[in-house]
């Protein structure tokens, strides 16, 4: 087969899994969103043949034979690469061949069957609050991963890093550990020191009306520069961002949390998450696997970025809050600008991940990856697993879980095998910080925020990281934005720099 | 291959269609439902995806090959089906693969390009009230469909039967014709002298709140029997009926209309499309093709018979009316049940068929199947087609339509080709009243629906119509349940009867 004659076979079969993904999207949204309770089963059966043509045409004949006449191999997985494009498009398509094919079909049959019964089981586990109940089955999982990780091990890497690249490419458990390590402490010290501070945030908590909610956060988004014919949101029970299309990307949020912050810093969150979806569609690339992002972390470093160093930001509300006032004038009646900025920001130790505040959550995420280490090294057994969990939970957050749902039990990801995944959440947080670094050395962001231009920030945004899509990996795409390797302690100094002018500590 | 096998692999392809099917209803129903503006054209690749893997499944070799082992031909295209299960099955599968393998690819293209381009220029001319811009395309959303008549020809068929027997199995033309023929007349009389009548149903289109409509809506479709674990309801432009899964069977209803009884209408009609989905998925036929309806006028025949024959019934009311004024105090205030029942069931002679009442709606299907006659023989061009059809709603209804959009452009059917379509409305109508004859032969209906026993009446649908799927051509089926050939003049005795009743002519 010719150069040319494989490279168009390449970019078309690529094309085509995207398709496959989005239709994979809407029968997923679908039934995130309306399916009926009886329809799950014929549900999982419809999207389990859409996985299934998407694996085989990604690790079948045609593209392995297109993949060889491209030179793609695990020293070059660019192949012939002539550009950005077509190298990223190799090294994609071979990434997912090499990684794939490694694994025998009985054993992705097993994980996937053992992970649908494991998380009955967490369900179970979670209402009855019985770690004993889930436990055998996550030993099963654990072992399965173990599994893949042996078939994905190549030259250099540890088990564990097979499985965090399937998220975080080229990235590897060592590093993730001395990333975290260079700021853990100051961390924890900060949390403890903001926690003695007094801040009545309760005025957050009272009837906010869903209509009115839901306008406040159109009206940002739309200064975001979220395109409402391109996509659309939705209520569902947890939030996410769904792309069932190039032009179809839609976000979620709840009203069932107690504090109106919570669906707000959402809709911002997964607005964020959209933005780099919509952003990255465009030109040659879109409608390929280039449109998405760079990877899990990155496109977390892009949800968080909007959602806290903006959507939390002092200057932004200076903008936002007489609008919020006008539409919530009872809710925050004698509430000054100052008191809601301090409220909205209040750090509070609490045992759940997902409503952790901005500067404990990477503690969570620390502890999960601590955990998931000692898992896979064999240093605890799953029967140690809680007591580890709790004697952590003291350490870096000073509180300890009262049940197994609030700790060990509160997350759903290990009942489906995805270890490694829970990093990309604080790596998120350490490029967000280090790209909001360098956006403020270019631009008066301030400035910008006080006049609601957010327009302007999703510009310098859009252009550095959202349109290069999945061109480079997280961490040259960071370089290229930042002019400098990945480093944690811009994450701590941001945090603390924040925290002390807020609350002066 | 043996005849064991043969079947085996048979109902296995039938299962892979049927599932096809359903993430095809998923795709569409999320078009319909919430997919962004720009997202259209994606979908629409996504939808022809599915399309193009379950044609290619159905008129594929395998299928060829298992469908010879089985001898199925033409003359017997149930085969050595030992059961009727087998016997539909087989006679269903034979059915597709001889109508569009006799089809070439290119012809299936040129259609379906054709079509896209045609409801454009549908919308584009009904906006604009320009026969011109639509005819051009007509004309060769014509000729195709009769190209593709052509290939569907079999000996004893006339062009347009081949057509017709897309929706409605082994129905000719000239049967349509007769059936028509027989009742058009006294149709035509009934609707001039009830137009007469002086009705007043202007309460009807005061201010019904949209929450309060579907409530009560939800109160009629549970006693129905709907199963919302089963399935749910949504809102929609446009009125429809969705299968996403066995047990996943949706419908909608729009508030738009100026009445209160248009959104209520359209939900139990949909609601009678719904009950049969339901109930044809059950036993070894559910995920089969034997689960879908016998014919589309069969399937319109059950959502009419809920629709009018139930939802329009005077003994029926006797038991919701009370409810419906405990929801609408100040809408129904001072109108009695007789005004009501009256009012509901207005006879207006319109130009427009959606809107039209229970006994002028068969013959704006008649002046449609007498057009698309003309049409196919050659008997009228496109350029007389406008004042043909103005000349029959006068001679039918009495009524001239002001403007294309009124007449000849109403409808989105032709526009894709859809000739054959119409008279299966018509024949619902027929098939419902010979089925409600039978069953108020059976037990008391006035008796049921005065205290409101929808559930029995569903339950003998259930068992007569439903649980039989498409287990039998819609003709055997009718004599199955009624004990005679399809009657039209049950259908215009039902009416005078039922009228005369109501408004004494």
Not at 266 to 284: D, K
Request: net charge negative; with cysteine.
């Amino acid at each position: 087969m010719t150069r040319d004659k494989a490279l168009v076979q390449i970019e078309e079969m690529d094309r085509q899994l995207v398709m496959l993904e989005h239709i994979g999207s809407v029968l997923s949204w679908d039934q995130e969103i309306a399916a009926s309770k009886k329809g799950l089963d014929e549900r999982a059966s419809q999207m389990g043949w859409i996985s299934s043509q998407a694996h085989e045409l990604a690790c079948g004949e045609q593209m392995g034979e297109a993949l060889s006449a491209l030179g793609a191999d695990r020293q070059h997985p660019e192949g012939s690469g002539a550009d950005d494009f077509e190298k990223a498009l190799i090294r994609i398509r071979f990434r997912a061949w090499d990684k794939n094919r490694s694994m025998s079909t009985e054993l992705v049959r097993k994980i996937s069957e053992t992970a649908s019964r494991a998380h009955d089981h967490w369900v179970e586990a979670r209402n009855q609050n019985d770690w004993d109940v889930f436990k055998p089955d996550l030993q099963e999982v654990l072992e399965l991963a173990k599994e893949k990780a042996e078939c994905y091990k190549r030259e250099g890497s540890s088990l564990y890093d097979g499985l965090l690249d399937d998220f975080e490419e080229g990235m590897k458990a060592s590093q993730v550990t001395t990333l975290f390590a260079s700021i853990k402490p100051r961390l924890v010290d900060l949390v403890q020191k903001l926690s003695e501070k007094q801040v009545d945030d309760s005025f957050l908590r009272m009837d906010y009306p869903v209509d009115k909610q839901e306008a406040f956060a159109k009206l940002v988004l739309d200064d975001m520069g979220f395109d409402f014919s391109r996509g659309s949101r939705a209520v569902s029970v947890h939030p996410f961002t769904s792309t069932l299309g190039c032009d179809d990307i839609r976000i979620t949020t709840r009203y069932t949390d107690p504090s109106v912050m919570d669906s707000f810093s959402s809709t911002v969150h997964e607005g964020g998450h959209a933005l780099y979806e919509m952003g990255a569609s465009w030109g040659r690339q879109k409608g390929t696997s280039i449109s998405n992002g760079a990877s899990f972390g990155m496109h977390e470093s892009q949800s968080r970025l909007w959602e806290n160093m903006i959507g939390k930001n002092e200057n932004f509300w200076i903008h936002y809050y007489p609008m919020f006032k006008e539409i919530f004038p009872s809710q925050t009646d004698g509430i000054s600008l100052d008191r809601f900025v301090k409220a909205i920001n209040k750090v509070e130790p609490g045992c759940i991940r997902v409503n952790a505040d901005e500067v404990g959550y990477s503690l969570h995420i620390m502890l999960r990856f601590e955990l998931e280490q000692d898992m896979f090294s064999g240093k605890i057994s799953l029967d140690d697993l809680p007591s580890a969990w709790n004697e952590k939970s003291r350490e870096m957050l000073g509180i300890v879980p009262k049940t197994f749902a609030e700790g060990v039990l509160q997350d759903v990801h290990w009942s489906s095998g995805d270890f490694g995944y829970f990093p990309t959440y604080a790596l998120g947080n350490l490029y967000g910080a280090q790209i909001w670094e360098r956006m403020r050395s270019e631009m008066d962001v301030d400035a910008l925020l006080k006049r609601g231009k957010l327009g302007e920030i999703g510009s310098f945004l859009d252009t550095h990281v959202y349109k290069k899509g999945s061109l480079y990996k997280s961490s040259d795409l960071l370089g290229q934005v930042t002019g400098k390797p990945l480093d944690a302690t811009i994450f701590s100094r941001y945090l603390e720099d924040k925290f002390s002018c807020l609350f002066g500590c």
